[in-house]
Structures are given as C-alpha cells and as structure tokens.
C-alpha cells in the first residue's frame, strides 16, 4: 500500500518561498507520477504541478509557471514542491498525489491519482 505524507506548510509574507515533500512509502515501481494540488477555500480542487520520477517530465499550471518547480530525491522517495514569489491566490491546502506509471499519466485530472496524502496548509500573508 502506497503512502504519502506532505510537509513543510505555514505561513509566510507574500513575495516569500515554501518548500513542501512529499514522502511516499511502500512505492514498489521506479515509474511514477506525482501530481500536488490545492484546494482553497470555496474552490474545487486543481493541479498545479505534477513530476514523472522516471524521466524528470514536468507539467505546470499557467498559475505557478516561472514560481513553482518540482524536484525528487530517489534515495529518499521524496518529492519536492518549490514555491517561489508566493502571492495571497497561492492560499491553500496543498495535497501530492501519486499514480504508478509513465510521464504520459502526469496531468491535473484528479481521479487519475491513486493515492493521495493528508494535505497542508501553505498561507500567504499580505
């Protein structure tokens, strides 16, 4: 059974940086997607970004381009979220999701994903 935890959320001043992980355990294939979303409060949930771990694919929404990357650290089985110049619309439940399979899975359709971690709360002051 897959498991993911994210961390590194709180609070910090608009124009600030965030790094969140994702820790996923009982992973089994080196080929895997990661997608992070967020849902903020009275929205539907949406993607972001998401990573293939195979070949370093990466997928970005318009909203974070040039602010957000990704990153993964195999020996740890960890996926890093960047968050750079964040702004009050980055205001959030951050979540990392996880589908087994090939770059071409990595997309913003959530009912795609898998597995799906806890979430964590990532607010930006103005």
């Known amino acids: 059974e897959v498991q993911l935890v994210e961390s590194g959320g709180g609070l910090v001043q608009a124009g600030g940086s965030l790094r969140l992980s994702c820790a996923a355990a009982g992973v089994t294939s080196e080929d895997y997607v990661i997608g992070w979303f967020r849902q903020a409060p009275g929205k539907e949930r949406e993607g972001v970004l998401c990573l293939s771990s195979n070949n370093g694919f990466t997928l970005s929404d318009d909203s974070v381009k040039g602010r957000f990357t990704a990153s993964s650290d195999h020996a740890k089985n960890t996926v890093y979220l960047q968050m750079n110049n964040l702004n009050a619309a980055d205001t959030a439940v951050y979540y990392c999701?996880?589908?087994?399979?090939?770059?071409?899975?990595?997309?913003?359709?959530?009912?795609?994903?898998?597995?799906w971690g806890q979430g964590t709360q990532v607010t930006v002051s103005s």
């Open positions: 999701a996880a589908v087994l399979g090939s770059f071409e899975l990595c997309d913003f359709a959530d009912d795609e994903y898998d597995y």
